[in-house]
Protein backbone atom coordinates (compact mmCIF):
# COMPACT_ATOMS: atom_id res chain seq x y z
CA UNK A 1 0.00 0.00 0.00
CA UNK A 2 3.23 2.12 0.87
CA UNK A 3 4.57 1.89 -2.65
CA UNK A 4 1.18 2.69 -3.82
CA UNK A 5 0.70 5.72 -2.10
CA UNK A 6 4.43 6.85 -2.86
CA UNK A 7 3.52 6.72 -6.30
CA UNK A 8 0.47 8.84 -6.65
CA UNK A 9 1.91 11.52 -4.23
CA UNK A 10 5.12 11.85 -6.98
CA UNK A 11 2.25 11.56 -9.56
CA UNK A 12 -0.55 14.15 -8.54
CA UNK A 13 -0.26 17.47 -8.89
CA UNK A 14 -3.61 19.66 -9.02
CA UNK A 15 -3.94 19.31 -13.43
CA UNK A 16 -4.05 15.43 -12.46
CA UNK A 17 -6.61 16.05 -9.88
CA UNK A 18 -8.91 17.84 -12.26
CA UNK A 19 -8.51 15.48 -14.69
CA UNK A 20 -9.75 12.45 -12.10
CA UNK A 21 -12.22 13.98 -11.25
CA UNK A 22 -13.72 14.50 -14.80
CA UNK A 23 -12.72 11.17 -15.58
CA UNK A 24 -14.88 10.28 -11.90
CA UNK A 25 -11.40 8.26 -10.88
CA UNK A 26 -11.44 10.25 -7.79
CA UNK A 27 -14.27 11.83 -5.90
CA UNK A 28 -13.51 14.83 -3.83
CA UNK A 29 -15.21 15.21 -0.78
CA UNK A 30 -12.48 17.71 1.00
CA UNK A 31 -13.83 20.63 -0.91
CA UNK A 32 -10.86 21.85 -3.29
CA UNK A 33 -8.42 19.99 -5.96
CA UNK A 34 -5.78 21.70 -3.72
CA UNK A 35 -6.65 19.82 -0.23
CA UNK A 36 -6.94 16.13 -2.54
CA UNK A 37 -3.19 17.59 -3.57
CA UNK A 38 -2.08 18.36 -0.21
CA UNK A 39 -3.56 15.09 1.53
CA UNK A 40 -1.89 12.76 -1.20
CA UNK A 41 1.63 14.19 -0.69
CA UNK A 42 1.11 13.85 3.15
CA UNK A 43 0.25 10.26 3.20
CA UNK A 44 3.89 8.88 2.54
CA UNK A 45 5.49 11.36 5.09
CA UNK A 46 8.07 10.32 6.68
CA UNK A 47 7.90 6.65 5.01
CA UNK A 48 10.46 4.55 3.26
CA UNK A 49 9.67 2.82 0.29
CA UNK A 50 12.05 0.83 -1.83
CA UNK A 51 12.44 2.40 -5.25
CA UNK A 52 13.28 -1.11 -7.21
CA UNK A 53 9.86 -1.99 -6.98
CA UNK A 54 7.28 -2.26 -9.95
CA UNK A 55 5.56 0.49 -9.35
CA UNK A 56 9.19 2.77 -9.32
CA UNK A 57 9.15 1.07 -12.87
CA UNK A 58 5.98 2.34 -13.53
CA UNK A 59 6.52 5.46 -13.01
CA UNK A 60 9.89 5.97 -14.74
CA UNK A 61 8.05 4.68 -17.82
CA UNK A 62 5.30 7.11 -17.26
CA UNK A 63 7.80 10.18 -17.19
CA UNK A 64 9.47 8.38 -20.08
CA UNK A 65 6.44 8.90 -21.89
CA UNK A 66 5.90 12.37 -20.98
CA UNK A 67 8.90 13.20 -21.86
CA UNK A 68 9.05 11.69 -25.20
CA UNK A 69 9.29 13.74 -28.25
CA UNK A 70 7.04 11.81 -30.37
CA UNK A 71 4.50 12.30 -27.74
CA UNK A 72 4.94 16.33 -28.47
CA UNK A 73 5.47 15.94 -31.81
CA UNK A 74 2.31 13.57 -32.81
CA UNK A 75 -0.64 16.41 -32.19
CA UNK A 76 0.75 18.44 -34.88
CA UNK A 77 0.54 15.93 -37.61
Known amino acids: MTCYLS ?5 IDFED ?3 L ?3 DIII ?8 VV ?3 NGLC ?8 NAL ?7 D ?3 RSKFKVWLPSL
Open 45 to 52: KGATVSRT
Open 28 to 35: NYLGSDSE
Open 7 to 11: LMDEL
Open 64 to 66: DHY
Open 38 to 40: KLF
Open 17 to 19: VAM
Open 21 to 23: KKS
Open 56 to 62: AKLKGAV
